[in-house]
């Protein structure tokens, strides 16, 4: 099933609900007649419920993909558009196609609640990877958002919503001016592993 079809949409399911996956591992096995699922993926089609497939056909191992870049994030001192390029720029380094997409990250929750005043944050203009198969990555939503929003290399879902404005790619820069606006040395960072 291809996931660039009008309708589909998919949503890891391993992400952001680990404290469900024993059950839907076991839900899922049941389905399949007691063999294992391994990695897999939900597809969501429009009007017509849900599939499961294996996610073998996506271009990268989205676990490896966040345990990659979630230590840049924990120590590179940039808001959303410093991270952006950095992200940018290692994927780009590492040969996985992205873009890089600007606009708005909204709260709907806030943006609905009347007691919610508009000099909150409700949505904020915000800078995050697009890679394809739905998956974004964004690693500086909470610094906007509070700890509920989504955080790492993920399917957008729930209250937040990702409304991209542009999409362009970013002009290389140099690792030396990474390094410099970031405080973290990008010229060393592991490769990413390939999937083999």
């Not at 099933?1 to 589909?8: A, L, T, V, Y």
């Not at 399911?13 to 990695?39: A, K, Q, T």
């Not at 939900?42 to 676990?63: N, R, Y």
Request: hydrophobic letters at 40%; one cysteine or more; proline letters at 4%.
């Amino acid at each position: 099933m291809s996931s660039s079809r009008e309708g589909i949409t998919r949503k890891p399911f391993r992400n952001g609900n680990r404290d469900n996956i024993n059950s839907v591992s076991n839900s899922l096995s049941r389905v399949l007649g007691g063999r294992g699922v391994g990695r897999f993926v939900l597809i969501h089609l429009e009007g017509k419920g849900t599939a499961v497939v294996d996610d073998e056909s996506l271009p990268f191992d989205v676990e490896l993909l966040q345990a990659w870049l979630e230590p840049l994030a924990d120590v590179a001192k940039v808001e959303c558009d410093g991270m952006t390029r950095l992200v940018s720029h290692l994927l780009r380094k590492n040969g996985i196609q992205h873009l890089v997409a600007v606009g708005v990250l909204a709260d709907a929750k806030r943006i609905n609640d009347p007691t919610v005043s508009h000099e909150e944050n409700c949505a904020v203009t915000h800078c995050w990877i697009e890679l394809g198969f739905s998956f974004v990555v964004d690693f500086r939503a909470r610094m906007w958002m509070g700890s509920e929003a989504q955080h790492g290399v993920f399917i957008p879902g729930g209250r937040f919503e990702y409304l991209t404005k542009e999409r362009v790619q970013f002009e290389p820069v140099s690792e030396s001016v990474l390094e410099l606006m970031a405080g973290v040395s990008v010229r060393d960072w592991v490769p990413f592993p390939a999937i083999v």
